[in-house]
C-alpha cells in the first residue's frame, strides 16, 4: 500500500477508552473508509465504535467516534 497521510491520526478521540482490539476497516465508497473497533474503558472489552476517515485524514463523525453497541 502507498501512505495517504504523513502522520498518524487518531481515530477516536475520547480518553476514557483505555483498550482497543479487533478493528476492521471498510471503503465508504467516496474515498474514505470506515473503522470499527472493540474497545473498553478498563480491562473489559465491550464497547463497540465506529469513526468514518476521509481520504486526507479528517475526522467526518463526532471526535469519540458513534458507540453501536447501545
Do not use: C, T
Not at 491520526?9 to 473497533?37: F, H, T, W
Amino acid at each position: 500500500g502507498e501512505r495517504l497521510w504523513p502522520e498518524a491520526i487518531r481515530v477516536y478521540e475520547n480518553p476514557s477508552l483505555k483498550s482497543q482490539a479487533y478493528s476492521g476497516v471498510v471503503s465508504d465508497s467516496a474515498g474514505g473508509v470506515i473503522i470499527g473497533s472493540i474497545v473498553g474503558k478498563g480491562d473489559w472489552l465491550d464497547l463497540v465504535y465506529a469513526q468514518r476517515v476521509d481520504s486526507d485524514g479528517n475526522r467526518l463523525w463526532r471526535e469519540e467516534g458513534i458507540r453501536l453497541d447501545e
